[in-house]
């Protein structure tokens, strides 16, 4: 967002101003700041949740298909980066700002807490999880499980 207000405040809504050399400064600090904040917490979210919440049996499938999309939507961003900046001008900022308020609130809601637990136990958290249970079957749970549940 900070971005896109400086963006928005030097160059107008055209988008065609040439901006100063401290405004090109401090929008290069933002970009470094967005990336190196990114890259520490919500870059790392796509290797390390899907290494913990498959069960053993399928987690390298599991993986390597989060993997793959991953690489995939990497590839779609970058090839459409530009001509949405083109089109949405420094609001392609705000874009991008909405979409991780979006995965926030989807990991704050959906996504249950596993640390400290033995991956062998994970399956228990999504079969109390207020949404995922329905998902989760007797037999994902094994049959020392399904005897307390």
């Not at 870059?43 to 298909?65: C, D, K, M, N, Y």
């Not at 980066?81 to 392609?92: D, S």
Request: net charge positive; hydrophobic share 50%.
């Amino acid at each position: 967002a900070a971005i896109a207000c400086v963006l928005g405040l030097s160059t107008a809504r055209s988008g065609t101003s040439a901006l100063t050399k401290n405004q090109a400064t401090l929008v290069l600090i933002f970009m470094c700041s967005f990336s190196a904040s990114f890259g520490w917490s919500w870059g790392t979210l796509s290797w390390v949740i899907p290494s913990e919440i498959f069960p053993l049996e399928i987690r390298p499938a599991g993986q390597s298909i989060s993997v793959a999309i991953n690489f995939g939507t990497t590839f779609i961003l970058a090839q459409l980066f530009l001509a949405m900046l083109c089109n949405f001008k420094y609001w392609i900022f705000v874009f991008y700002v909405v979409w991780i308020m979006i995965m926030t609130i989807f990991i704050a809601v959906f996504l249950p807490e596993t640390k400290g637990l033995p991956l062998e136990d994970v399956n228990k958290v999504w079969a109390q999880h207020w949404y995922w249970k329905r998902f989760v079957t007797p037999e994902q749970l094994g049959p020392s499980d399904t005897a307390k549940k």
